[in-house]
Every structure is written in C-alpha cells, then in structure tokens.
C-alpha cells in the first residue's frame, strides 16, 4: 500500500494564457513522427531566441514549454483552463478572475 493512498488532494487544473495554449497545440498539431516532444520543441525555441538576446520571445516560449511539460505531467482527467486577456486564476478559491476594468460598465457598477 502506498503512503499516498490515502491523499484525498487531486492535481489542480493546468492554467494557461490563451496565446501559450495556441502556441503550444500548435506545436503538438504539426509534430511528425520521428519529431522531437513538442515541449522540446518549445524550449529549443525559448534557448535560440535567448541566444538571439530577443528576451520576450524567450520568456513566451518557456511559457509554452512549461505549459506543455505541466500537461504531459498530470493525468488525463485534469482540467486545462485558458485564460484570456485581461483574466487571471485565483488558486485560493479555484476560480478565474476577471479584472473589473474589462467589464462592461454597467456592471462594474453594480
């Protein structure tokens, strides 16, 4: 019996920023067979761009890389949430957020 048997805590949810995701099922969607793991893929993007000194690039596809690695690492049955622009996700209370100034007036208002 494993020590773990009993842990009644489930994988949280892989969150990922639209463009990340968009990225990234790309990248699965065009691998070949033969083709290296599309998060080698992605982090052989993020190096050269690093090497280039072209940061932001970098920074997006390590972004990518670590969104792929996370998907290849949970089970099946983990839920992917994409956030769109202007969202975040509150891992307290398990829900996405949607900052006040991307709503409509009206219900900003109240």
């Known amino acids: 019996m494993s020590i773990y048997d009993n842990d009644t805590e489930r994988e949280g949810p892989v969150v990922v920023r639209r463009a990340a995701y968009d990225a990234g099922m790309k990248l699965e ?3 070949k067979a ?3 793991n599309a ?3 992605a982090q052989e993007k993020a190096a050269e761009f690093r090497a280039a ?3 932001e690039d970098a920074a997006f596809w390590n972004e990518v890389y670590q969104f792929l690695m996370e998907r290849e690492s949970v089970g099946a ?3 992917t ?3 769109e622009e202007g969202e975040t996700y509150d ?3 398990g829900e996405v957020i949607r900052s006040d100034s991307d709503l409509p007036r009206s219900d900003r208002d109240g």
Do not use: A
Request: glycine share 10%; hydrophobic share 30%.
């Open 91 to 93: 891992w307290n209370e």
């Open 39 to 41: 998060f080698d893929m």
């Open 34 to 36: 033969g083709d290296p």
């Open 29 to 31: 969607s065009q691998r």
């Open 77 to 79: 049955e983990t839920e």
């Open 53 to 55: 000194g072209k940061t």
């Open 81 to 83: 949430i994409v956030l």
